[in-house]
């Protein structure tokens, strides 16, 4: 009966890709522990890249930078 | 001080039904456990179909499988 | 397919009300969601009080005063 | 290595709000635990207020209470 | 940048299959959404039998009925 | 209202970092939120290193990589 979150920034998950996690991670549940799929929850949580941090700052503000610097070079 | 989360699929889950999980949950936490209701808080998450996933599919193709079930009978 | 968390403070629940908040949250989803209970998780967990803060103090601080002052009176 | 999770209501939270919330939790990590901030993640969840519950009641229930009370003095 | 919570009944889950649950779910993350193994986190969370509930009763309850089950054939 | 889940390592996180990290995330949410200490929530969750992965690895194989190269040099 296992329930797995995953948490990602929102930034263009297509539904097939939403597919793709959901199924390996229920694969790799049964591969593992062998777990009944049945009752195995797969949940996708997309983030707007304002609302996740890391190191401090905003995905955003890390976008924004890594961008300015592809352009300057 | 009780946090409760609930989750599920954002299938037109309407204010009054959302009232009606918060009621009852607060009252369900105030019975079993003796719980103060103003620091008991509960939280809805709906999540888009595409996003929440069982015995490896997303809840929108088991849904897509069930209303094509439906006509074909 | 819903998924519910109920995140207490670890200070002697039963198994009993552990029973009791699993049965009537899970009624409680079926009777206002018309959810299907074979497919309901309720996930309980139980917390430290010294991991647990409200109103900027720990759930430990405020037992100890409260009792602090039962005893005073 | 820490993930902090901000739930709050979703009522006008800024992006320098968010940038704040953001810099200043990843700052307490370090100082407090000594953590890098390089590996540290902070993700704000905005909930609507229909789906906030306290004391039983949304958070919506409760904003209008105020407001009409407000009003009538 | 993901966070993977994968929670599971604690019934003598092995630091091996902690390990292949950690590394197939971040490889799936690589292989899917092209995300950055550094910083995809993996946590694992397990829950007592007691503390975990399906179709209105706890885990422990659905092992005890099951091998009681099995004991009478 | 805000809940806040912080979740760390469990490697001997004190009595007294707890608390730092619940003053300090409660005064965050005031000063940059203006939101009510009384109905602030902060909730720990100390994992184990073997439950924590990162980079494909659970913390427990970073942390003891990371020993023996001390002790080699």
């Known amino acids: ?3 797995v979150l995953i948490q990602v920034t929102r930034e263009g998950v297509s539904a097939a890709q939403k597919r793709a996690l959901i199924e390996g991670t229920t694969r790799l549940l049964v591969e593992v522990l062998d777990k009944d ?3 195995t929850f797969v949940v996708i949580d997309e983030v707007d890249t304002d609302n ?3 190191a401090g700052e905003t995905v955003t503000a890390r976008r924004a930078r ?3 610097q ?3 070079t």
Do not use: F, K
């Open 1 to 3: 009966m296992p329930y």
């Open 37 to 39: 799929p049945a009752t």
């Open 52 to 54: 996740w941090g890391v």
């Open 66 to 68: 890594a961008a300015s």
């Open 70 to 72: 592809r352009e300057a």
